[in-house]
T-cell receptor, first 111, second 107 residues
Framework: DAGITQSPRHKVTETGTPVTLRCHQTENHRYMYWYRQDPGHGLRLIHYSYGVKDTDKGEVSDGYSVSRSKTEDFLLTLESATSSQTSVYFC??????????FGEGSRLTVL | KNEVEQSPQNLTAQEGEFITINCSYSVGISALHWLQQHPGGGIVSLFMLSSGKKKHGRLIATINIQEKHSSLHITASHPRDSAVYICAVNTGNQFYFGTGTSLTVIP
């Protein structure tokens, strides 16, 4: 356990509304990731960060933005949620030795 | 194109059976991870390995770097082993994931 918490854990929202998911870590690891998990696709990378204000896009970044203003927090924002963004979102961190730890997941439903 | 392929996709076993899940990958890696996800649950790391073999309780993970292949074995399977097992590879601070193997162990 690397002290990762995600919030909210569950959210239902309507199409077109903005949504922000928060990932918080307690151990100051440099690398943080946002993935979405959908049936048949496995985990797909949305965005990742390798330090404060250093972020990069993953394979499914369209419609998502991220921010990392502090080492411990990595925010994922859906500017205008769509039904295709209904998914389970996982935050993960990678330690200096390459270990991988996940948050509990955030289930988002866009109606 | 999937960088990581797992087989089988689904597996049903009787309690006590020996189980093998396979993972093949096509990229250069620094390490391979086996992850476990129970239904509706979070994802936990079982093993990280870059060579050879690791054992934890009834779980054994092996990797052959030359053949780009890894296996996860479960000895004396138990219903509580029912979960999705995911193979992931680290290419250097980027991770690629298989789509998972759904295991059901019947009492």
């Amino acid at each position: 356990d690397a002290g990762i918490t995600q919030s909210p854990r569950h959210k239902v929202t309507e199409t077109g509304t903005p949504v922000t998911l928060r990932c918080h870590q307690t151990e100051n690891h440099r690398y943080m990731y946002w993935y979405r998990q959908d049936p048949g696709h496995g985990l797909r990378l949305i965005h990742y960060s390798y330090g404060v204000k250093d972020t990069d896009k993953g394979e499914v970044s369209d419609g998502y933005s991220v921010s990392r203003s502090k080492t411990e927090d990595f925010l994922l924002t859906l500017e205008s949620a769509t039904s295709s963004q209904t998914s389970v979102y996982f935050c993960a961190i990678s330690t200096g030795t390459g270990e991988l730890f996940f948050g509990e997941g955030s289930r988002l439903t866009v109606l | 194109k999937n960088e990581v392929e797992q087989s089988p996709q689904n597996l049903t076993a009787q309690e006590g059976e020996f189980i093998t899940i396979n993972c093949s990958y096509s990229v250069g890696i620094s390490a391979l991870h086996w992850l476990q996800q129970h239904p509706g649950g979070g994802i936990v790391s079982l093993f990280m390995l870059s060579s050879g073999k690791k054992k934890h309780g009834r779980l054994i993970a092996t990797i052959n770097i030359q053949e780009k292949h890894s296996s996860l074995h479960i000895t004396a399977s138990h219903p509580r082993d029912s979960a999705v097992y995911i193979c992931a590879v680290n290419t250097g601070n980027q991770f690629y994931f298989g789509t998972g193997t759904s295991l059901t162990v019947i009492p």
